[in-house]
């Protein structure tokens, strides 16, 4: 009896895999292929001045401060299959984002992306400039001065940028099942599973112990980023 | 060979100067907020002049006429900021190797190992930049702008962040860098002392204008140069020759034509030429030829100008005989009660013991 009460408690069912599966399969495509643009982005807000910087500055944050719902909405209307994009995408070139794990990767970096940007940025910011420009001086062209010293000089607020975005791909809900809605086994990430569970009479096991599993993964992307801080500010403290 | 000839404004700054540099050290001198940095960031690339030409050598690197700009990472001009700017992730070895990773192997004018060597940094190679002391990281920054071949140094208050001992630590290896290395030096300074030790050169600067440019002892000869600097800022600066040395006393005797300068401490080796730097505070003048004095040191001249204003004190010239020209601050009283007049025979008087192995810099 007992043991069939923690079997019930810590072993997932297949289903419950899948999504678990599918939740950091999404998150992870969405962090990685909203990496360089997010880098390209922070570095452009922090270093360039260029006209519009400001409406791009809006754009790249209005997922931050509209309704996931209303962001999920747009991507359908843009992305979707009878989207002005989405049938060019999908006619030309093969590529289909609505109701695929693609498209719920595509939802979670956009809902993401603000995030990321933000942290980039502000250790992009923090950077000396003169340290460019001593690197300029060295030989360096922009491209490798970028490389060799705002990059390495950004990277912690990188890592913490692309863990945030990670985070936020793992959590997100709303834009993502108005998107590519909640089919199991394709679009359907941890929080879509849990949100059918509680649905379902007698769910509650199940909504229970993904619940559990989402916590650990939180939990560990955040104790990732707080070592990384860390570790950040120990090597500042060195060369103050 | 540098030539500058360059306009620039910079909200309600604004810079509009031309000189001339040759070999060895040009120095840049003037107070905070006469233009000296934003010169050196003209020179450099890093600021975009609204008018003027820059070349060096025989190739133009800024041209507006011909919207012609070379990029700094193009120009081969090293810098040396007054904190270093030491890339803070590499250690002390690749900061140095940063600049001659560009620099292509056919144009490395010097070599690694001597570089490190003239530093004194060879021990520091594996260290990462926060953990040297403030003269340390200069030094190191010195042989990486070295290190990256320039065909000019730029050198923007190098000392300026650091104590007199770490000063003294850098100073000649800067007059090392001069002499063994033959790379020309445009030197920013406020100091008088640092720019008579270095330069064969100097450029005054001041609101963004050149106010005076010229060999050190001919520029820092007439006192309106120093006007407005508190009365200890205030030096002059002598050319003479290493006579010989008595080194029963351990003095140095300096050859000028008004007399012979004593030094208290080494110089260098009879028939070097250098330069003194005088502080106007340790002169004393008299209308006779004092006796029975302490004294060694009695220069003769006539008086060139006399400055003065409400104050106490007065700033008096004094051509010296032969060539060079002394400023000594005195009380306004004295100046009233001796009768000092332009044209008065003067002996300036200027105690040993103010003078020693940091007040002279060999230049030839």
């Given amino acids: 009896m007992r043991e069939a009460w923690t079997a019930a408690v810590?072993?997932?069912?297949?289903?419950?895999?899948?999504?678990?599966?599918?939740?950091?399969?999404?998150?992870?495509?969405?962090?990685?292929?909203?990496?360089?643009?997010?880098?390209?982005?922070?570095?452009?807000?922090?270093?360039?001045?260029?006209?519009?910087?400001?409406?791009?500055?809006?754009?790249?944050?209005?997922?931050?401060?509209?309704?996931?719902?209303?962001?999920?909405?747009?991507?359908?209307?843009?992305?979707?299959?009878?989207?002005?994009?989405?049938?060019?995408?999908?006619?030309?070139?093969?590529?289909?984002?609505?109701?695929?794990?693609?498209?719920?990767?595509?939802?979670?970096?956009?809902?993401?992306?603000?995030?990321?940007?933000?942290?980039?940025?502000?250790?992009?910011?923090?950077?000396?400039?003169?340290?460019?420009?001593?690197?300029?001086?060295?030989?360096?062209?922009?491209?490798?001065?970028?490389?060799?010293?705002?990059?390495?000089?950004?990277?912690?607020?990188?890592?913490?940028?692309?863990?945030?975005?990670?985070?936020?791909?793992?959590?997100?809900?709303?834009?993502?099942?108005?998107?590519?809605?909640?089919?199991?086994?394709?679009?359907?990430?941890?929080?879509?599973?849990?949100?059918?569970?509680?649905?379902?009479?007698?769910?509650?096991?199940?909504?229970?112990?993904?619940?559990?599993?989402?916590?650990?993964?939180?939990?560990?992307?955040?104790?990732?980023?707080?070592?990384?801080?860390?570790?950040?500010?120990?090597?500042?403290?060195?060369?103050? | 060979m540098i030539r500058f000839d360059a306009a620039i404004t910079l909200g309600a700054f604004s810079l509009d100067a031309a000189f001339e540099g040759d070999a060895g050290v040009v120095a840049l001198f003037g107070r905070s907020g006469s233009g000296k940095s934003v010169t050196i960031a003209l020179i450099a690339g890093l600021l975009r002049p609204d008018r003027g030409t820059i070349e060096l050598d025989d190739r133009v690197l800024v041209d507006t006429a011909k919207n012609f700009f070379v990029p700094k990472h193009a120009r081969r001009i090293g810098v040396v900021y007054q904190d270093a700017q030491l890339f803070p992730h590499l250690t002390v070895r690749q900061n140095l190797m940063f600049g001659r990773w560009f620099a292509r192997r056919a144009a490395q004018t010097v070599a690694f190992d001597a570089v490190v060597e003239t530093l004194g940094i060879g021990g520091l190679l594996a260290r990462r930049p926060g953990r040297l002391s403030g003269g340390e990281r200069q030094r190191v920054a010195i042989g990486r702008a070295l290190l990256s071949s320039p065909r000019l140094l730029l050198m923007d208050e190098p000392l300026a962040a650091l104590d007199e001992e770490r000063k003294l630590e850098v100073l000649p290896l800067i007059e090392r860098l001069r002499d063994e290395f033959k790379v020309p030096i445009v030197y920013v300074s406020h100091a008088v002392d640092e720019v008579a030790r270095l330069a064969s050169r100097v450029v005054v600067m001041n609101g963004g204008r050149v106010v005076a440019a010229g060999p050190v002892d001919e520029v820092f000869g007439p006192s309106q140069v120093h006007a407005g600097e508190s009365r200890f800022g205030r030096s002059s600066v002598l050319t003479g020759r290493i006579a010989g040395t008595r080194a029963s006393y351990g003095l140095t005797e300096i050859a000028h034509p008004s007399g012979t300068i004593w030094l208290a401490g080494p110089a260098g080796a009879a028939g070097r030429e250098v330069h003194i730097v005088i502080r106007a505070t340790d002169v004393t003048l008299a209308t006779t030829r004092p006796q029975n004095l302490s004294v060694r040191t009695i220069l003769t001249g006539t008086v060139a100008t006399i400055e003065q204003g409400d104050g106490p004190l007065a700033a008096v010239t004094v051509d010296l005989m032969g060539h060079g020209h002394l400023l000594a601050m005195a009380t306004r009283m004295a100046v009233d009660e001796l009768a000092l007049k332009r044209g008065d025979p003067v002996f300036a008087l200027i105690k040993t013991v103010a003078l020693d192995e940091r007040s002279v810099a060999v230049t030839g």
């Avoid at chain 1, 000396?128 to 490389?147: Q, S, V």
């Avoid at chain 1, 692309?162 to 791909?169: G, Q, S, V």
């Avoid at chain 1, 009479?201 to 599993?213: C, I, K, Y």
């Fill in chain 1, 10 to 240: 810590f072993e997932l069912s297949p289903d419950e895999w899948t999504a678990v599966r599918l939740s950091l399969q999404i998150a992870l495509t969405a962090t990685a292929f909203s990496l360089p643009l997010g880098i390209l982005a922070a570095y452009a807000l922090a270093r360039w001045r260029f006209p519009g910087k400001m409406l791009l500055d809006g754009i790249i944050h209005l997922p931050l401060v509209l309704p996931p719902v209303v962001t999920g909405y747009i991507l359908l209307m843009l992305l979707g299959r009878r989207g002005v994009l989405g049938a060019f995408l999908a006619d030309h070139l093969g590529i289909v984002f609505s109701f695929r794990w693609t498209g719920a990767a595509l939802a979670c970096g956009v809902m993401g992306f603000p995030l990321m940007v933000r942290a980039i940025r502000l250790s992009i910011e923090a950077i000396d400039r003169r340290l460019e420009d001593a690197a300029g001086t060295l030989g360096a062209n922009p491209i490798w001065t970028f490389a060799l010293v705002t990059l390495p000089l950004a990277l912690p607020g990188v890592v913490v940028g692309a863990i945030l975005c990670f985070a936020k791909a793992l959590g997100e809900f709303g834009a993502t099942i108005t998107f590519v809605s909640n089919i199991p086994g394709e679009t359907q990430t941890i929080s879509a599973a849990i949100f059918t569970y509680t649905q379902v009479p007698g769910g509650d096991a199940n909504a229970w112990r993904l619940t559990a599993v989402a916590i650990v993964i939180a939990l560990a992307a955040l104790i990732v980023s707080e070592i990384v801080q860390r570790q950040a500010s120990h090597r500042l403290a060195q060369f103050e």
